[in-house]
Every structure is written in structure tokens, then in C-alpha cells.
């Protein structure tokens, strides 16, 4: 199935230290969503973003809707440990019938504390 | 408020068995999906149900595959003589529908495994 490009695949930091990820998508997207997936749980959505060229904050996380709507990026500021996952970014067009989400295809982060 | 909650967590199946897997919305939310996650892999949409009414079920796989949700709330994914390649999480996820609620929210997804 269709899957959006996310770099990078995977990220090994020090505790403290500043992240950044984004997405990528061949086709254009209403809405950007972000979000975290731990070991055997759920994804558990981080921010929704709306609006080409939207900026939002949700903590020490910042994520951006890009112009052309086809991009989106995730920084996330003096990482923690408890940052450590695997992050995902969705676009979804509700243009249609159904909001269904397309995922990324995820990145790995490691804290070193 | 609870969140969406998912039963069993696990299940292991022998190939050629039925399974079925079921999903609690969050109580409200008038959408519903279904999306399979193999390992390594972002999730992947199967179907999706607003109330009661199944109005995608474009990305399920075979037709061993079945959901339902027929009262609006409580969905059923239903495999058929399942095949060591249906091995995969199987996430539910709702959000409230309508011009404003567009989010979705996950639940911890139930691991299956065909033996």
C-alpha cells in the first residue's frame, strides 16, 4: 500500500539535544498529523495541523504544514529519554468519502541519557 | 473519558482458523477505521464505518476479510481461514466525524499471530 517517504529512518542523540524529522508526499493532503508509537501500544496522535504553511507547538514539540502541502516536518527541542519511539506522520484528504490516514513509514528515535 | 480500547491484545491462530477481533470507539465518535500494521511498517488503512454504515472497505485485503458495526459503536473485524501473511497488529482507531473532528485516536491495537 502507499506509504509517505519520512527521513530519516532512524536517529541515535544525546539527552538534550534538538530533533528534526519531516515527510514527504507525492500527492497533496488536507491535514498533516503526527504521531508517537511506544513498543506494543497504539499510535497516540501529537499534533493535527490544518492549514498550508500552519506552524503549531505542543510542548517541546513543533510541527509545520508545508506550502505546497505535500510536506510536513516534526522538531522536537531538548529531547528527553522518555522521547525515545517511533514517530509517524499521516496525511489525510477528506476530499472524499473517507478520512482515511496514509502513514509515513516511521522514525526511530533513541535518547541517550 | 476512556479511550479506544481493543480485545484480545493477542491472539494466536492456526492457519486455516477464524478469528475475530473487536474494537470500542471512543463513546460519540461517529468514525471508525481499521488499519493492519506489519512489523517494521507504518499502519495501512483496511475500512472505515461512519455510525453503522461501512463506506470503505477499499483497502482490505482479500474476502476473508469482514467488518461490521452494526448498532454504531462496537466494531467486529472478522478474519476467515486465516494464512500466515494476515500476521500483523490490527489498530482500531475513531474520531468524533463531521466538519470538525477529523482527528484519530488509536487503540493499542491486537497482535496477531498465524502459526
Known amino acids: 500500500g502507499q506509504q509517505l517517504n519520512q527521513s530519516p529512518q532512524s536517529m541515535f542523540i544525546q539527552e538534550g539535544e534538538d530533533v528534526s524529522m519531516n515527510c514527504t508526499s507525492s500527492?497533496?493532503?488536507?491535514?498533516w498529523l503526527w504521531y508517537k508509537q511506544d513498543p506494543g501500544e497504539g499510535p497516540v496522535l501529537l499534533i493535527a495541523?490544518?492549514?498550508?504553511?500552519e506552524l503549531t507547538s505542543n510542548g517541546r514539540l513543533t510541527a509545520q504544514f508545508g506550502i505546497t502541502r505535500k510536506d510536513s516536518f516534526l522538531n522536537i527541542s531538548a529531547s528527553i529519554p522518555s522521547d525515545v519511539g517511533i514517530y509517524f506522520c499521516a496525511g489525510q484528504d477528506y476530499g472524499g468519502a473517507t478520512n482515511k490516514l496514509i502513514f509515513g513509514t516511521g522514525t526511530l528515535l533513541a535518547v541517550q541519557p | 473519558g476512556a479511550g479506544v480500547s481493543q480485545s484480545p491484545r493477542y491472539k494466536v491462530a492456526k492457519r486455516g482458523q477464524d478469528v475475530a477481533l473487536r474494537c470500542d470507539p471512543i463513546?460519540?465518535?461517529?468514525?471508525l477505521f481499521w488499519y493492519q500494521q506489519a512489523l517494521g511498517q507504518g499502519p495501512e488503512f483496511l475500512t472505515y464505518?461512519?455510525?453503522?454504515?461501512?463506506?470503505?472497505k477499499s483497502g482490505l485485503p482479500s474476502d476473508r476479510f469482514f467488518a461490521e458495526r452494526p448498532e454504531g459503536s462496537v466494531s467486529t473485524l472478522k478474519i476467515q481461514r486465516t494464512q500466515q501473511e494476515d500476521s500483523a497488529v490490527y489498530l482500531c482507531?475513531?474520531?468524533?466525524?463531521?466538519?470538525?473532528?477529523?482527528?484519530?485516536?488509536f487503540g493499542p491495537g491486537t497482535r496477531l499471530t498465524v502459526t
Open positions: 463513546s460519540g465518535h461517529v468514525s
Open positions: 495541523l490544518y492549514k498550508a504553511g
Open positions: 464505518f461512519q455510525n453503522e454504515a461501512q463506506l470503505d
Open positions: 482507531a475513531s474520531s468524533l466525524g463531521g466538519a470538525s473532528g477529523f482527528e484519530q485516536y
Open positions: 500527492s497533496i493532503f488536507n491535514t
